[in-house]
């Protein structure tokens, strides 16, 4: 099934997919393709820096539920579902996050571009981890990886990505997106 281009069902099918990753995990403690971090890690990542971000941007802040340590399972639920309720308000319509490195952008394209995507990638350090279908939208990749390597320079100084992985030259989208994003995309469980 492609992804919609739309933020709010592009929001809803991404995080439906780390929810099946998330429900399917059977070991927290498993490493994960980040350097350091385990599955439970990649969840944490994802319900601890986004409400920061949109609390100080938009003025919005999510519920909270459990601590990752405590439940991961019902943290990611609770946080997803929150932030799709923020995308299924009328009023996001209406609604921009301002922050002082990207300027005032609509709020639902804010967050397709900076946290759907970010779900989307780390659906695939969630599924490598813990032996899931770690297959990614391939249409989704090609379009990350094209718009990110316009700004390679300012995406690689922000130290939120790893140095680049080489892949072959004929390498497929998602193998291109991996690489670009400092994963190595053959990476298995040890």
Known sequence: MALSDRPTERHRQVAGQFTDRVRGTRSWE???????????????????????????GAGIDLPKGPSVDEDPVAAWQIHADAVQAVL?????????????????????????????SDVFMHTWDLARATGQDDTLDPDFCAELVGGMAQMEEIIRSSGQYGPRVAVPEDADAQTRLLGFIGRDPFWSRP
Do not use: C, K, M
């Open 30 to 56: 498993a490493p994960a393709p980040v350097a350091g971090w385990t599955a439970r890690d990649v969840v944490r990542h994802l319900t601890e820096w986004f409400p920061g971000f949109l609390a100080s």
């Open 88 to 116: 299924d308000d009328p009023e996001t319509a209406h609604r921009h996050l301002t922050n002082p490195h990207i300027g005032s952008l609509p709020l639902a394209a804010a967050i397709d571009q900076f946290y759907t």
